[in-house]
């Protein structure tokens, strides 16, 4: 889309306060597409007779990640000017490229955020109606602080799932958490379909995988009590249980992606694992199109990308840092070291200085297989955070030994996985990844563009679009 389109696009899709940014991570068109012929009589199938659809598309550089596309959209620059290419990164870099809440804020506007990547941590200014950080958050805190509870359930699961499901584990401190729930806005329904999951999960063990999709209708719930409590006039609210859905189950939707590999395509849980992930965002598209029309506003619904098919090589396992006390006390490593939580088989460690992160990351590198290959496809640092890119060596796989290397290229000490915290994990290998080019849906605008209909637009250019429309509403 040109930039004469753009304007006009804007023109057109000018609309009233509040505007709420449904963030439906890495879901495409083609996933879309497939569900709404499923389910004609959907919310999804209704909104989009009656919005402005576009296809976005992203040119970060690099292998794309949410964690990196979704700043593109929220600062209007690709990644080679905001630099952030990691959860929980030191986002110092990016200082000169705010986030559109923060410029909505300090121009005055009520503003909400829950949830979207990279808004850790809650600013000190008190300007935003409510303040939820991501779920990778290095801490609980809120704004207001009633909403510290969810929180605490919420990065407690995201631990507690980063790469295989474990069991539940119920201690005082999650009752105490859970107790609360109720006067932030968690709805009975809500606690029944938890209460479901969980009884699945004990009479077949593969529901685990669906457990992870039921922290959308419990931010969801808490979302909507922050909304109509405050009114905000822009907010955000971002789910990712569709796009781990997708990650896992791809195959099973589009069999026919896979009809070369000779390999069976056909599993009704796997397929209705994605359906039931798409269910629930469609449930809560109905409620934030009903929250938009209430208060005549408009409901913008983004992805930031999209997946396709993945066809990988045959799986073998994979390897996972399980003890960052014993790594670092592995590579030799005697300062503070702080691990955050970030998404398998990324790992990210904070530290008190820059001179500490570069000593760590020095120190891990060294580590390596036996053919002295790095055991990290990704090693960086920025500012005083770290990154580690775990991979899956063959040799590490079959052997599990690792190799301490020296300077001088010569293996100095032959450790186990188990002595530098490592283990061998399996999962689902994954069937759907990344791929450029995203949704975004707008409803609730004064016109419907009918010659723009999925017309092709810069994720860079949405910043723009939505502080247009916000400052002329």
Not at 226 to 254: K, L
Not at 267 to 287: E, V, W
Not at 388 to 393: E, I, T
Request: glycine share 8%; hydrophobic share 35%.
């Amino acid at each position: 889309m040109n930039s004469d389109n753009v304007v006009k696009a804007m023109e057109n899709l000018r609309g009233r306060l509040p505007l709420i940014v449904y963030e439906l991570n890495e879901v495409p068109w083609r996933v879309v597409d497939w569900y709404i012929k499923l389910k004609p009589e959907s919310n999804l199938a209704g909104v989009l007779q009656r919005s402005a659809s576009f296809t976005t598309v992203t040119h970060d550089n690099g292998e794309l990640h949410p964690w990196t596309t979704w700043p593109t959209v929220h600062r209007g620059v690709y990644n080679s000017e905001h630099n952030i290419r990691f959860i929980n990164q030191d986002l110092s870099s990016a200082r000169c490229f705010p986030p559109i809440w923060e410029t909505l804020a300090n121009s005055g506007f009520k503003v909400g955020v829950f949830g979207s990547l990279q808004s850790y941590p809650v600013p000190s200014s008190g300007k935003y109606s409510f303040y939820i950080p991501d779920t990778f958050a290095r801490s609980p805190e809120t704004f207001p602080k009633r909403y510290s509870a969810f929180q605490r359930i919420n990065l407690r699961q995201t631990a507690s799932d980063g790469a295989t499901v474990s069991r539940v584990k119920v201690d005082g401190s999650v009752i105490s958490d859970a107790i609360r729930l109720p006067f932030i806005g968690v709805r009975p329904g809500t606690f029944l379909a938890l209460a479901s999951q969980l009884k699945n999960e004990r009479t077949n063990n593969e529901y685990r995988t669906r457990r992870s999709l039921m922290q959308a209708p419990l931010a969801f719930d808490v979302f909507v009590n922050a909304y109509n409590r405050t009114r905000p006039e822009f907010t955000t609210f971002f789910t990712n249980h569709v796009a781990g859905a997708m990650h896992r189950y791809w195959r099973y939707a589009f069999p026919d992606d896979f009809a070369e590999t000779n390999v069976s395509s056909s599993d009704d849980f796997k397929r209705g694992t994605i359906l039931k992930a798409m269910d629930i965002a469609d449930r809560q598209i109905g409620m934030l199109c009903a929250l938009a029309d209430r208060d005549g506003g408009s409901l913008l619904i983004l992805s930031s990308m999209g997946q396709e098919a993945a066809k990988r090589p045959p799986y073998h396992g994979e390897l996972r840092v399980v003890d960052s006390d014993q790594l670092a006390k592995a590579i030799g490593f005697i300062g503070p070291v702080k691990a955050n939580l970030a998404m398998q088989p990324d790992f990210n460690f904070e530290f008190e200085s820059t001179i500490y992160a570069e000593e760590f990351l020095a120190r891990a590198t060294r580590l390596r297989d036996r053919e002295g290959k790095s055991i990290w496809f990704r090693a960086t640092r920025e500012g005083t955070s770290v990154n580690l890119g775990l991979g899956a060596p063959k040799s590490v796989l079959e052997s599990g030994r690792v190799y301490l290397f020296n300077g001088s290229h010569a293996a100095t000490a032959e450790l186990s996985l188990a002595d530098i915290g490592v283990s061998k994990i399996y999962r689902d290998p994954g069937t759907g990844y990344h791929q450029p080019e995203g949704i975004m849906i707008w409803h609730g605008g004064r016109q419907r563009i009918q010659d723009q209909q999925r017309g092709k637009i810069e994720s860079v250019r949405i910043r723009d679009m939505m502080l247009y429309v916000v400052s002329r509403a």
